[in-house]
């Protein structure tokens, strides 16, 4: 940041808004707009991938569905000739290689979820491993995988009876260990093939919904099912199975593994990162939601692509060693997040709290009541603020799920509250106002004209109530800001943001069209505590009070002052108006 000068930004912000306002206004790209919804977006569309970062794959979508299509009639073909060759007892053990597939998704999955819920109850933060990703790997990973090899195993005893009773009746020479033997030589080879028929069903769908990403289950199947074609397949049925080869497993796995290894890691990194910021209102997700999303990812990923790998565990004496490894990655992982060895949070990695000096005028529009100022702590990632709570003793704060804040924006369902000297750093010739001009019906409609006055704010937020009113518009002077026309709504609420520079206005004109539905409050409703709401305004001033001074000066090392865009300043003044105005 020190090398930052002002000048250079300012110079590169005049270039862009320059180039944005260009841009903007050029017929061109409305042109290209409607030219491109005229033309096919398959002949456009493109796949592409890189190869360990280093070598970039590009084809059109066009050729990939054709190739995707070739692949899929070619393994169908293959696979029903097999089927039809082997008959009845082929056709079941097909049947229970197929289950085997739903069995390793369901344990890998349960397991890893098991955990997930588990982790809020025994570590500091929900999420412990946001600041060290690498600790999915056992937090999720090897419960996965154990889960996984669980799953395929009792798939893999179904088939052992199976094989075992056919071979019983075709194969009465074989007997004792000699028979257990070959039977389990049979299992492990229809364990090995059931990954083909997972990734071929996720060629299908992927290829019918022209998903980008088919090229990912494209290259599990085919590379596998070459390997497998060039250094194990049978011409006769007559011949007995024979082990399979380890270098079977290292071609079939190259391709695959260097291919798509670092995206699934990209991925888990992206989830990570991305649930930690999920929560639009603060405390309204509940603490494991986070963890189950990573788990069941991580958990997809393990079972799809280890499918080859164990199918090479279960006839070997490996069995015992695989647990005790990942049953060891598991406790370490497990001891390093719940003991906060390793914390959940860094400097560098920090936990996003916000910290607001809120003034709420929301109730006095009667001019009767004093504003109710208060400092609010919040944070968007998931967790109480109990760690942060630590080192702010004595600055009197209280948390829970009743210090609800509205923010317009968005609402704190789950923040801390004190009103230790909130009753400086500001004043009430700063305080926002939204006063009815007039307020007139005809027989086609009510019409209500409000006055924004955001005093010396520049940064505001407005919410309107969609479910009483139709339409709006806001201007400035002769300048209408909103026009009529287009308005979404998010919760029955259209919510504006403004921002502007020094000189930015801060006084508006609301005009309201009220709906022919509207409900109008009751007068219970318009006399309760809580009274329904016409519209809403937040203003931000970007000033510190001595209080939030004080509170982010105590603040952990490991938090940070940080705020999505919808996030109020340090000092945020509320108002509204009441829907019986």
Same mark, same amino acid.
């Given at each position: 940041?020190?090398?930052?000068k002002?000048g250079s930004?300012?110079?590169n912000?005049?270039?862009m808004?320059a180039?944005? =306002?260009?841009?903007? /206004?050029?017929?061109?790209?409305?042109k290209?707009a409607?030219q491109?919804?005229?033309?096919?977006t398959?002949q456009k569309?493109?796949?592409?991938?890189?190869?360990?970062g280093?070598?970039?794959?590009?084809?059109?979508?066009?050729?990939a569905?054709?190739?995707?299509?070739?692949?899929?009639f070619?393994s169908l073909?293959i696979?029903?000739?097999? =089927?039809?060759?082997g008959g009845?007892?082929?056709?079941m +053990?097909?049947?229970?290689?197929?289950? +085997?597939?739903?069995?390793?998704?369901i344990?890998?999955?349960?397991?890893?979820?098991?955990?997930a819920?588990?982790?809020?109850?025994?570590?500091?933060?929900?999420?412990p491993?946001v600041? &060290?990703?690498?600790?999915?790997i056992?937090? *999720?990973g090897s419960?996965a995988?154990?889960?996984?090899f669980?799953?395929?195993?009792?798939?893999?005893?179904?088939?052992?009876?199976?094989i075992?009773?056919v071979?019983?009746r075709t194969?009465?020479g =074989?007997?004792g260990?000699?028979?257990?033997?070959?039977?389990?030589l049979?299992a492990e080879?229809?364990?090995?093939?059931s990954g083909? @028929?997972?990734?071929?069903?996720?060629?299908?769908?992927?290829?019918?919904?022209?998903?980008g990403? +088919?090229?990912?289950?494209?290259i599990?199947?085919?590379?596998p099912?070459?390997a497998?074609?060039?250094?194990e397949?049978?011409?006769?049925?007559?011949r007995?199975?024979k082990?399979?080869k380890v270098f079977?497993?290292v071609?079939?796995?190259?391709?695959?593994?260097?291919?798509?290894?670092?995206?699934f890691?990209?991925?888990?990194d992206?989830m990570v990162?991305?649930?930690?910021?999920?929560?639009?209102n603060?405390?309204g997700?509940?603490?494991?939601?986070?963890?189950?999303?990573?788990?069941?990812?991580?958990?997809?990923?393990?079972?799809?692509?280890?499918?080859y790998?164990?199918?090479?565990?279960?006839?070997?004496?490996?069995?015992?060693?695989?647990?005790?490894?990942l049953c060891? *990655?598991?406790?370490?992982?497990?001891?390093?997040?719940?003991s906060?060895?390793?914390?959940?949070?860094?400097?560098?990695?920090?936990?996003?709290?916000?910290v607001v000096?809120?003034?709420?005028?929301?109730?006095?529009? #009667?001019g009767n009541?004093?504003p109710?100022s208060?400092?609010?702590?919040?944070?968007n990632?998931?967790?109480?603020l109990?760690?942060e709570l630590?080192?702010?003793r004595?600055e009197?704060?209280?948390?829970?799920? &009743?210090?609800?804040?509205?923010?317009v924006t *968005?609402t @704190?369902?789950?923040?801390?509250r004190s009103y230790?000297g909130?009753s400086?750093?500001?004043?009430? /010739?700063?305080v926002?106002v939204l006063?009815?001009?007039s307020d +007139?019906?005809?027989?086609?409609a009510r019409?209500?004209?409000?006055?924004?006055?955001t005093? /010396?704010?520049t940064?505001?937020?407005l919410?309107?109530?969609?479910?009483?009113? #139709?339409?709006f518009?806001v201007?400035?002077?002769s300048?209408?800001? @909103?026009?009529l026309?287009?308005? /979404?709504?998010?919760?029955?609420?259209?919510?504006?943001q403004?921002?502007g520079?020094?000189n930015?206005?801060?006084k508006?004109?609301?005009t309201l069209f009220?709906?022919?539905?509207a409900t109008?409050?009751?007068?219970?409703?318009?006399?309760a505590?809580d009274?329904?709401?016409?519209?809403?305004?937040r203003?931000d @001033?970007?000033?510190?009070?001595?209080?939030?001074?004080?509170?982010?000066?105590?603040?952990p090392?490991?938090?940070?002052?940080?705020?999505?865009?919808t996030?109020?300043?340090?000092?945020?003044?509320?108002?509204?108006?009441p829907?019986?105005?």
């Amino acid at each position: 940041m020190e090398l930052l000068k002002p000048g250079s930004l300012q110079h590169n912000g005049e270039n862009m808004l320059a180039f944005l =306002l260009h841009a903007a /206004s050029s017929p061109k790209f409305m042109k290209d707009a409607h030219q491109a919804k005229q033309e096919s977006t398959e002949q456009k569309k493109a796949i592409f991938f890189d190869i360990l970062g280093k070598y970039m794959v590009v084809y059109p979508q066009r050729l990939a569905t054709m190739f995707h299509n070739s692949i899929i009639f070619q393994s169908l073909l293959i696979w029903g000739t097999s =089927l039809l060759m082997g008959g009845r007892p082929g056709l079941m +053990s097909f049947g229970i290689s197929c289950l +085997s597939i739903i069995l390793t998704l369901i344990f890998s999955i349960f397991l890893p979820v098991v955990v997930a819920f588990a982790l809020p109850h025994i570590c500091p933060f929900p999420v412990p491993f946001v600041g &060290n990703p690498w600790l999915v790997i056992g937090l *999720f990973g090897s419960p996965a995988l154990l889960g996984a090899f669980i799953g395929q195993h009792f798939g893999f005893i179904l088939l052992k009876r199976h094989i075992q009773e056919v071979y019983s009746r075709t194969k009465p020479g =074989l007997t004792g260990n000699t028979m257990d033997y070959i039977v389990g030589l049979e299992a492990e080879r229809w364990i090995f093939k059931s990954g083909f @028929v997972q990734w071929l069903i996720v060629l299908i769908v992927g290829t019918y919904l022209k998903v980008g990403a +088919s090229y990912i289950a494209l290259i599990w199947l085919v590379s596998p099912a070459f390997a497998y074609g060039l250094m194990e397949a049978t011409l006769t049925p007559v011949r007995s199975p024979k082990q399979l080869k380890v270098f079977t497993l290292v071609l079939a796995l190259a391709v695959p593994v260097m291919s798509s290894a670092g995206l699934f890691i990209r991925l888990v990194d992206v989830m990570v990162g991305s649930i930690v910021r999920a929560d639009r209102n603060p405390g309204g997700l509940p603490d494991w939601l986070g963890n189950v999303v990573v788990a069941v990812a991580i958990a997809i990923v393990v079972s799809f692509t280890f499918v080859y790998l164990l199918s090479y565990v279960h006839i070997s004496g490996a069995k015992k060693t695989l647990l005790s490894v990942l049953c060891a *990655f598991f406790g370490l992982a497990l001891v390093l997040v719940s003991s906060g060895i390793v914390p959940a949070f860094t400097e560098d990695i920090a936990r996003s709290v916000n910290v607001v000096h809120v003034v709420d005028t929301t109730r006095t529009n #009667d001019g009767n009541t004093e504003p109710l100022s208060y400092v609010s702590l919040f944070s968007n990632m998931p967790g109480k603020l109990t760690q942060e709570l630590m080192d702010l003793r004595g600055e009197e704060f209280s948390c829970g799920k &009743n210090m609800t804040t509205d923010f317009v924006t *968005f609402t @704190v369902k789950y923040g801390c509250r004190s009103y230790k000297g909130s009753s400086t750093g500001w004043s009430k /010739s700063e305080v926002p106002v939204l006063h009815v001009e007039s307020d +007139s019906a005809t027989d086609d409609a009510r019409r209500t004209v409000v006055s924004v006055d955001t005093k /010396s704010s520049t940064r505001w937020s407005l919410a309107i109530n969609m479910q009483e009113i #139709d339409d709006f518009t806001v201007q400035v002077e002769s300048d209408k800001l @909103v026009q009529l026309g287009g308005k /979404s709504e998010v919760d029955g609420w259209h919510t504006i943001q403004f921002a502007g520079g020094k000189n930015a206005p801060t006084k508006f004109q609301l005009t309201l069209f009220w709906s022919s539905k509207a409900t109008q409050a009751s007068p219970k409703e318009a006399n309760a505590e809580d009274p329904p709401l016409l519209v809403k305004l937040r203003t931000d @001033v970007n000033r510190v009070t001595p209080m939030v001074e004080t509170v982010l000066e105590k603040l952990p090392r490991w938090c940070a002052a940080f705020g999505k865009s919808t996030s109020p300043y340090t000092l945020a003044f509320l108002t509204a108006l009441p829907v019986n105005i």
